[in-house]
C-alpha cells in the first residue's frame, strides 16, 4: 500500500503532561515559529479534557500552519480535523486509521529498535516512522534501545524517520547526520528554563 509524502524537516514537538488546557496552550504557542510537527500527547487527563485540548490545539496550529498530530486515537484525529495520528506498537492499526483518515492524513509509526517493524508499518501505510529511545527519557520508561545505524537501514522505505527518547542538543547531532528527518522532543523544551531558545538549538542541529 502506498502512502502520501509527506517531506518534513525540523523539530517535531510532543505536548507535555499539562491538565490546564489554557495553560497548555501559553506553553505552546512561542515555540510553534520553530516547530515542524506538533504532536498532542496527554496521558493526565480524561477523554473530555483530551478533547477539549486536541480541539484547541488544532485552531492554534492551523493558525501557525503546523500540522497537529494526535497521539494514539484516530478517531480524535478525525474528529478535530488534526493532519494525522501517531500509533504505538498496541495502540491501533496502521492501515485501519489511513482508511479512517483518508489519503492524505499523516500517520506514523513507532518502531522502536526494529527495522522490520518499519518496514511492516510503512507496507502498511505509515507516512513516517520513528525510532527510539535513542537515549535514557526523562519523558517516559524505556527498555528498548535504537542505535543510529537503524537510521542508515531505514533510509531506503523512502519515509520521514524521527528520532525519539533522551535527545539533546549535544548528542543529537549525529542522530542527524545519520538519517534523522526529525527530532522528537518534550521535556528538555517544556522543563527548559527559555524553551523558545532550547528549542532553537536543537533545531541548530539541521544546520
Known amino acids: 500500500m502506498s502512502q502520501p509524502s509527506h517531506a518534513a524537516r525540523g523539530i517535531y514537538l510532543i505536548t507535555p503532561d499539562e491538565t490546564d488546557t489554557a495553560r497548555l496552550l501559553e506553553r505552546v504557542r512561542p515555540l510553534l515559529a520553530d516547530t515542524t510537527w506538533l504532536q498532542y500527547r496527554n496521558k493526565a487527563v480524561d477523554a473530555a479534557t483530551r478533547r477539549q485540548q486536541a480541539q484547541a490545539l488544532q485552531q492554534l496550529c492551523a493558525g501557525a500552519g503546523v500540522p497537529l498530530i494526535i497521539n494514539d486515537d484516530a478517531a480524535l484525529a478525525l474528529e478535530v480535523g488534526a493532519a494525522g495520528v501517531h500509533l504505538g506498537e498496541d495502540d491501533g492499526d496502521i492501515a485501519a486509521a489511513r482508511a479512517l483518515l483518508g489519503p492524505g492524513a499523516i500517520i506514523g509509526a513507532s518502531c522502536y529498535d526494529e527495522l522490520e517493524l518499519a ?21 517516559k520508561a524505556t527498555t528498548r ?6 537510521l542508515r537501514d531505514s533510509a531506503a522505505l523512502g519515509v520521514p524517520r524521527v528520532a525519539i527518547g533522551g535527545l539533546t542538543p549535544d548528542n543529537s547531532a549525529p542522530l542527524v547526520a545519520a538519517g534523522a528527518d526529525l527530532l522528537a522532543v518534550i521535556s528538555s523544551v517544556f ?14 542541529c539541521f544546520a
Open 191 to 204: 522543563a527548559a528554563d527559555d524553551p523558545p531558545a532550547a528549542l532553537r538549538a536543537y533545531r541548530a
Open 145 to 150: 534501545r535504537a542505535q543510529p545505524q537503524l
Open 119 to 139: 518496514r511492516r508499518a510503512v507496507a502498511s501505510g505509515a507516512s513516517y516512522i520513528a525510532f527510539g529511545a535513542f537515549f535514557p527519557s526523562r519523558s
